[in-house]
Antibody
Framework: QVQLQESGPGLVKPSETLSLTCNVS????????WAWVRQTPGKELDWIGHIYYRGYTNYNPSLESRVTISVDTSKNQFSLKLTSVTAADTAVYYC?????????????WGQGALVTVSS | AIRMTQSPSSFSASTGDRVTISCRANQSVGSYLGWYQQRPGKAPRLLIY???TLQDGVPSRFSGSGSGTDFTLTISCLQSEDFATYFC?????????FGPGTKIEIK
């Protein structure tokens, strides 16, 4: 059973960069798409983007100018960077595995990392 | 972006009830639709994908139907562990988008 675990700072100052890493255990990162999804304080779920293990990415246009998702297959992990954050980026950030290449739904999730943007 | 809506936003029900939740897209998403359950403080859990395919390990009391713009999640006999919030998600187009959620509360 694959397990995902987010890690990174829980507090980020406005205008700075949010950085999170998702460690994948119990299975290989190879062969799958991996995604970041965030949940706002109002409980809305927002798809941030995904990366194929080979490095191909696709981002939400609403965030594309500020977001980078990368993968490190040697460490079995992938990462999120979101620049120039504001209070609107305060959310619980989840990393997730896409079910398969044809079905972009998420069958495994991390426990979530609360990131607060505040000075 | 494709906009997803759900109805109702919340409702009360009793254990043993048959309940249905609706999800609507503002344009056709074919059958590229998934459903999730989220309990408080937990990550979403995939229940159904391709509109009607039950994810491995999900009880058969959950079922999904629909195509195009209108979809339904049905729980045939509500159990105590089913009181939660349910989200739909389309994956017909980028960006992937979710519905706002439907919360089932205990009556």
């Amino acid at each position: 059973q694959v397990q995902l675990q987010e890690s990174g700072p829980g507090l980020v100052k406005p205008s700075e960069t949010l950085s999170l890493t998702c460690n994948v255990s119990g299975g290989s990162i190879s062969g799958y798409y991996w995604a970041w999804v965030r949940q706002t304080p109002g409980k809305e779920l927002d798809w941030i983007g995904h990366i194929y293990y080979r490095g191909y990415t696709n981002y939400n246009p609403s965030l594309e100018s500020r977001v980078t998702i990368s993968v490190d297959t040697s460490k079995n992990q992938f990462s999120l960077k979101l620049t120039s954050v504001t209070a609107a980026d305060t959310a619980v950030y989840y990393c997730a595995r896409q079910l398969n290449s044809a079905s972009c739904v998420f069958d495994s999730w991390g426990q979530g990392a609360l990131v607060t943007v505040s000075s | 972006a494709i906009r997803m809506t759900q109805s109702p936003s919340s409702f009360s029900a009793s254990t043993g009830d048959r309940v249905t939740i609706s999800c609507r897209a503002n344009q056709s998403v074919g059958s590229y639709l998934g459903w999730y359950q989220q309990r408080p403080g937990k990550a979403p859990r995939l229940l159904i994908y391709a509109a009607s395919t039950l994810q491995d390990g999900v009880p058969s009391r959950f079922s999904g139907s629909g195509s195009g713009t209108d979809f339904t999640l049905t729980i045939s006999c509500l159990q105590s562990e089913d009181f939660a919030t349910y989200f739909c998600q389309q994956y017909y187009d980028y960006p992937r988008t979710f519905g706002p959620g439907t919360k089932i509360e205990i009556k």
